[in-house]
Nanobody
């Protein structure tokens, strides 16, 4: 099982980006999915998460600006980021709690490779 993130890039303050993260492999089901940000010199922090039924949770700093969503048929999670500020700069990682087959049924937290978001002032 792997997660492939995309959509990062360079954007000016006030702009928007949409991140995508698709899970692939011998997936049985996916529970919570989320996006984390690791800013330069800082620890990785939760940005937003979404349950399999669509319940969402956001960091206080992004509420009202970012929207997380998912397409369960495509095993994909999205992060729409609006009104970006330089403080949003960082590497964004997607994460999913996945049940999958690997010789036997297993369940684990899977991380994507990260996509860089740079917001210029």
């Amino acid at each position: 099982v792997q997660l492939q993130a995309s959509g990062g890039g360079l954007v000016q303050a006030g702009g928007s980006l949409r991140l995508s993260c698709a899970a692939s492999g011998s997936i049985v089901s996916i529970n919570d999915m989320g996006w984390y940000c690791q800013a330069p010199g800082k620890q990785r922090e939760l940005v937003a998460s979404i349950t399999s039924s669509g319940g969402t949770n956001y960091a206080a700093s992004v509420k009202g600006r970012f929207t997380i969503s998912r397409d369960n048929a495509k095993n994909t999670v999205y992060l729409q980021m609006n009104s970006l500020t330089p403080e949003d700069t960082g590497v964004y990682f997607c994460n999913a709690m996945v049940s999958y087959y690997s010789g036997r049924l297993q369940r684990g937290s899977i991380w994507g490779q990260g996509t860089l978001v740079t917001v210029s002032s």
